[in-house]
C-alpha cells in the first residue's frame, strides 16, 4: 500500500478496475489514482473495414 504524499499514513484501497487502482487516506481523505500498466480488454475490437 502506498504511503500518502501528504500525511505519511498509509492509505486505504478503495476502488479497483481493470484500468486503475484508487487509494485513500483516511486521515486527510488524500484520493492517488494508480493507473494500471496494461489491462485485459473484453470487447472485439471493431473490424477495419476493407476495401478491396
Known amino acids: 500500500m502506498p504511503r500518502c504524499p501528504k500525511c505519511d499514513t498509509r ?3 478503495n476502488d479497483e478496475t481493470t484500468k486503475l487502482t484508487e487509494y485513500v487516506c483516511s486521515r486527510c481523505h488524500t484520493v ?3 493507473r494500471k500498466p496494461a489491462y485485459r480488454v ?3 475490437a471493431p473490424a477495419a473495414a476493407a476495401d478491396d
Open 11 to 13: 492509505m486505504s484501497h
Open 32 to 34: 492517488e489514482i494508480v
Open 42 to 44: 473484453t470487447a472485439d
